[in-house]
């Protein structure tokens, strides 16, 4: 996607809250350290944004204005990561 501003529009179709990390970073989504303090967590380096506790059903948005880079977008709720709720995102331009 193209560097400047962006806006994830979500929508919980699961059957458990969710939520949407957005992390800038060089390492790889499917290799983020675990929380020191939550092993069904893990860590969150340069997190940019989130929108937390979507309901079942609901909608959420998140506005943010992204660089050029790399990212990982996850679902960091207890074991949900671990569930494979994590995705790279690229971003193009400055």
């Given at each position: 996607?193209?560097?400047?501003?962006?806006?994830?529009?979500?929508?919980?179709?699961?059957?458990?809250?969710?939520?949407?990390?957005?992390?800038?970073?060089?390492v790889?989504?499917?290799?983020?350290?675990?929380?020191?303090?939550?092993?069904?967590?893990?860590?969150e380096?340069?997190?940019?944004?989130?929108?937390?506790?979507?309901?079942?059903?609901?909608?959420?948005?998140l506005?943010?204005?992204?660089?050029?880079?790399?990212?990982?977008?996850?679902?960091?709720?207890?074991?949900?990561?671990?569930?494979?709720?994590?995705?790279?995102?690229?971003?193009?331009?400055?």
């Amino acid at each position: 996607m193209p560097a400047g501003p962006v806006t994830f529009a979500i929508t919980n179709s699961g059957y458990v809250p969710h939520e949407l990390v957005v992390l800038q970073t060089s390492v790889p989504q499917d290799q983020l350290p675990l929380s020191s303090t939550d092993p069904k967590q893990v860590q969150e380096p340069g997190l940019l944004g989130q929108a937390q506790n979507i309901a079942v059903g609901a909608t959420a948005t998140l506005k943010l204005t992204l660089a050029g880079g790399p990212y990982d977008l996850i679902c960091n709720i207890d074991g949900h990561y671990k569930d494979g709720m994590h995705t790279a995102l690229t971003v193009t331009g400055s």
